[in-house]
């Protein structure tokens, strides 16, 4: 049966997008997970992926065209399935058209928007808030934190809650002015997008009914209270380990929800990552259990009998289970997808140092300028890119895409995983001016305040673990980028110079093309020039 595929909300204040570029035309096979469109929304333009598969059979958009969020983009079905009931409206979503769109969701199990999914009869100035999708690629959210508590008056513009999606912590704010009624997601609490988050309406208004109906209707994650309980991490296979633990004094573990989530504030959480601590052997002091600051600071683990007097190894085997957060599970998809899709082989080199050890002990010398070895290398890169748009490119289905500008993705370690915050048009910023700029994103990356806009629309990618003593290594493609290089440890060895052993400074460098786009011979140039740079910085600044 023919799907109707509607304008998606691409960020949390999108009201309308705008159709850049099709990437799938009318007759075209389409799988799950197929980039359909770019789509220019108020922040971005972003890539848009399909959730069915079936045969593009209509586009209801054109190139440059724009729509509100929720009208017919596009239909996907069976090949030569007559779908002349579905355009009656002439291709916007009429009565018609919206019965259609929500017996199609229903068919294919996925959850139906506030309007379709919410009981009719809803009690007059009653507004039913959704999870919002925040990000492209995000299909569901968890409430990291509520701002509002039920009762509270919220007025438009407010923030009602953080939202953790599969690339950040965002602030969620409220479209509506009213009473928060009812919380349909407590902290820590994961739902599908669409799902009940929220209901606002006027003060003193019952809306029992309304999540009942909701919930029914659109079955999302599960909402009940979670229940007080001790989560007992033991393997069955050790019954002796469960029962010391049993008789032991230690304070039963924090509650947990049905999916192992922990009741605890982000910033308990921040100071648990920090210290290395196990959050589900933490007693919580606070509302319901939940673990609050003092909680970590005044935490001490328990001493096992094994760690006093005369050591007797107990055999027995241990472990945690940690749930994957919404970064981790897209890092792994978006990884997988660019291993198994994009053809990848790899340039090794090994740059002389000293010139660029030289140029950046002077340049630091200027008062209140300090410049790293990676902000040279991200600058070396793009004007070598510039030289070489063949590595700048990006592969699709039907082209390739040589960019003429130069966005450079600059990896950064967080705690849940990596975020690649981009450096806009590195190639026009002086070196200072980059170092500030990757300081800024490195810094708002580790505290989750990335928007999507900052980690998009990357043409290339510096991937640096020399600062942690590598010497070498190889990344997987940030796709669809057509390259990423990987930078090493400057090291101290003896060298070859004019047919002497000296004492020199070297650093390796692997890159990593995709040889859809990237042959062997241009990705070898694109070194040379590259080494240009880096061995004698001072060209760049010519």
């Not at 009429?94 to 294919?108: F, M, R, Y």
């Not at 990676?374 to 960019?403: E, G």
């Not at 060298?495 to 460098?509: A, E, R, S, Y």
């Given at each position: 049966?023919?799907?109707?595929?509607?304008?998606?909300?691409?960020?949390?204040?999108?009201?309308?997008?705008?159709?850049?570029?099709?990437?799938?035309?009318?007759?075209?096979?389409?799988?799950?997970?197929?980039?359909?469109?770019?789509?220019?929304?108020?922040?971005?333009?972003?890539?848009?992926?399909?959730?069915?598969?079936?045969?593009l059979l209509?586009?209801?958009?054109?190139e440059g065209e724009t729509t509100k969020v929720d009208e017919l983009l596009a239909i996907i079905?069976?090949?030569?399935?007559?779908?002349?009931?579905?355009?009656?409206?002439?291709?916007?979503?009429?009565?018609?058209?919206?019965?259609?769109?929500?017996?199609?969701?229903?068919?294919?199990?996925?959850i139906p928007d506030a309007s379709a999914a919410a009981s009719t009869d809803l009690p007059e100035g009653v507004i039913v808030v959704t999870?919002?999708?925040?990000?492209?690629?995000?299909?569901?959210?968890?409430?990291?934190?509520?701002?509002?508590?039920?009762?509270?008056?919220?007025?438009?513009?407010?923030?009602?809650?953080?939202?953790?999606?599969?690339?950040?912590?965002?602030?969620?704010?409220?479209?509506?002015?009213?009473?928060?009624?009812?919380?349909?997601?407590?902290?820590?609490?994961?739902?599908?997008?669409?799902?009940?988050?929220?209901?606002?309406?006027p003060t003193g208004t019952d809306v029992s009914g309304v999540a009942a109906n909701f919930s029914v209707s659109s079955e999302p994650a599960k909402k009940e209270t979670p229940k007080v309980e001790a989560k007992v991490e033991t393997p069955k296979s050790t019954p002796a380990k469960a029962k010391?633990?049993?008789?032991?004094?230690?304070?039963?573990?924090?509650?947990?929800?049905?999916?192992?989530?922990?009741?605890?504030?982000?910033?308990?959480?921040?100071?648990?990552?920090?210290?290395?601590?196990?959050?589900?052997?933490?007693?919580?002091?606070?509302?319901?259990?939940?673990?609050?600051?003092?909680?970590?600071?005044?935490?001490?683990?328990?001493?096992?009998?094994?760690?006093?007097?005369?050591?007797?190894?107990?055999?027995?085997?241990?472990?945690?289970?940690?749930?994957?957060?919404?970064?981790?599970k897209a890092i792994a998809k978006a990884l997988t997808n660019s291993k198994f899709s994009a053809p990848h082989y790899y340039l090794s080199v090994e740059f002389d140092m000293e010139n660029a050890m030289a140029f950046r002990a002077q340049?630091?010398?200027?008062?209140?300028?300090?410049?790293?070895?990676?902000?040279?290398?991200?600058?070396?890169?793009?004007?070598?890119?510039?030289?070489?748009?063949?590595?700048?490119?990006?592969?699709?289905?039907?082209?390739?895409?040589?960019?003429?500008?130069?966005?450079?993705?600059?990896?950064?370690a967080v705690p849940d995983g990596l975020v690649v915050p981009v450096v806009r048009f590195a190639n026009e910023q002086t070196l200072p001016q980059i170092g500030a700029n990757v300081k800024d994103l490195a810094g708002k990356a580790r505290n989750k305040k990335l928007t999507p806009d900052e980690m998009q629309g990357s043409t290339f990618t510096v991937s640096n673990l020399g600062m942690f003593g590598i010497d070498t290594f190889t990344s997987i493609i940030n796709q669809p980028n057509s390259a990423i290089l990987s930078v090493g440890n400057i090291v101290e060895k003896p060298?070859?110079?004019?047919?002497?052993?000296?004492?020199?400074?070297?650093?390796?460098?692997s890159l990593a093309c995709d040889h859809r786009t990237v042959d062997g011979a241009t990705g070898a140039q694109f070194l040379q020039t590259l080494k240009g740079y880096i061995e004698n910085p001072v060209t760049m600044l010519v």
């Open positions: 049966m023919a799907i109707v595929v509607n304008m998606p909300r691409l960020s949390d204040t999108m009201e309308e997008g705008t159709v850049a570029t099709w990437l799938k035309k009318v007759g075209d096979k389409i799988e799950e997970g197929d980039i359909l469109a770019e789509i220019e929304t108020d922040k971005a333009t972003m890539e848009f992926e399909s959730f069915n598969e079936g045969t209509h586009i209801g958009v054109q079905g069976d090949e030569g399935e007559d779908i002349t009931s579905l355009l009656n409206g002439g291709g916007n979503a009429s009565a018609e058209l919206k019965e259609e769109v929500v017996e199609a969701e229903t068919s294919s199990e996925e999870m919002p999708r925040l990000s492209d690629t995000m299909e569901e959210g968890t409430v990291a934190t509520w701002l509002k508590k039920v009762g509270d008056t919220v007025e438009e513009g407010d923030i009602l809650a953080e939202i953790e999606t599969d690339k950040a912590t965002m602030e969620f704010e409220s479209f509506q002015s009213g009473t928060l009624l009812e919380i349909g997601l407590q902290e820590g609490e994961s739902a599908k997008v669409d799902a009940l988050l929220a209901i606002i309406g010391t633990e049993t008789k032991s004094k230690t304070p039963a573990p924090t509650p947990v929800t049905e999916n192992g989530r922990v009741y605890v504030s982000p910033l308990a959480k921040k100071l648990a990552e920090e210290k290395g601590i196990n959050l589900t052997k933490v007693q919580g002091s606070g509302e319901n259990g939940r673990i609050v600051k003092r909680d970590i600071e005044n935490y001490e683990p328990a001493t096992s009998a094994a760690s006093v007097g005369k050591f007797v190894p107990s055999g027995q085997e241990d472990f945690d289970d940690v749930d994957n957060s919404q970064m981790r340049f630091n010398s200027i008062p209140e300028t300090k410049i790293s070895y990676n902000d040279i290398i991200v600058k070396a890169c793009a004007l070598a890119l510039k030289q070489h748009p063949q590595v700048n490119s990006q592969w699709f289905a039907d082209k390739m895409r040589l960019n003429n500008h130069v966005h450079i993705g600059v990896a950064v060298v070859v110079k004019n047919g002497q052993i000296v004492v020199g400074h070297t650093m390796k460098l």
